[in-house]
């Protein structure tokens, strides 16, 4: 992915990361290089002024997988660190929101809202075990680990049926929460006997594991993609 603080102009820093995970633990590798020198590489391969090791890495991995562009995301992150330890990170990510066109950085940050206007994506990142004081904290309140991934529910909830919303650069986020609520309101009502559902569901199931054993099949994968691509038909 390429990843900006903010929006982001032709000379100004970004961040190219391969992201993957592995035995449930998540790996990042990132380098460093301006957005006009990035959309150079992932355009036309077009390298950037400074390499080092981590680049070619996502180099290896462009060259070989041929990943191509599919969605923007863009949430506002409220992030703490700990003061005993600042290996621990919470973050609160609000305004969750997400498009198809424009896929340029610098092309403002506006789109679509992937959760409810009021929902907030809280994410506790540590390497060891947590804190007495976290712990009681969280049980207190009823808070269990969960997993979710923006672009796997971007995914599933919407590119996977076609859904593929282009707003103007200049719109601004609370413009698209009006346009979702608008959205929203619209709905489409089907007849199905319970014979009829039953055995769509059934063929929904079965397209899907067969969807899952195929890529499944001389691939890397984890086990909630897996789980996501059975259940998406």
Do not use: H
Not at 91 to 107: E, G, M, N, Q, Y
Not at 117 to 137: F, Q, S, T, Y
Not at 151 to 160: F, H, K
């Amino acid at each position: 992915r390429l990843r900006s603080y903010g929006v982001p102009q032709a000379e100004d820093t970004v961040f190219l990361e391969l992201k993957k995970k592995f035995k449930g633990v998540v790996y990042k590798r990132r380098t460093e290089m301006p957005l006009a020198q990035a959309a150079a590489y992932l355009r036309d391969g077009t390298p950037p002024a400074k390499t080092d090791q981590i680049f070619r890495e996502i180099d290896f991995t462009m060259r070989r997988l041929e990943p191509a562009p599919r969605v923007y995301l863009a949430y506002d992150r409220t992030a703490y660190a700990g003061r005993r330890d600042d290996r621990l990170r919470i973050t609160f990510d609000t305004c969750i929101r997400w498009r198809t066109d424009p896929l340029d950085l610098s092309a403002g940050d506006g789109g679509r809202l992937l959760l409810g206007p009021d929902d907030v994506l809280m994410e506790i990142k540590i390497p060891d075990a947590m804190p007495l004081w976290l712990v009681r904290a969280l049980t207190d309140m009823g808070l269990f680990p969960a997993s979710f991934s923006k672009y796997g529910t971007c995914y599933a909830r919407y590119l996977s049926v076609g859904q593929k919303p282009a707003f103007p650069p200049g719109n601004n986020k609370e413009e698209f929460s009006v346009l979702d609520s608008i959205l929203s309101s619209v709905s489409t009502t089907v007849s199905l006997s319970l014979p009829q559902l039953l055995l769509c569901t059934a063929a929904s199931l079965a397209m899907g594991l067969g969807i899952a054993l195929v890529y499944m099949y001389k691939n890397t994968y984890s086990k909630n993609f897996v789980v996501t691509l059975a259940l998406l038909p």
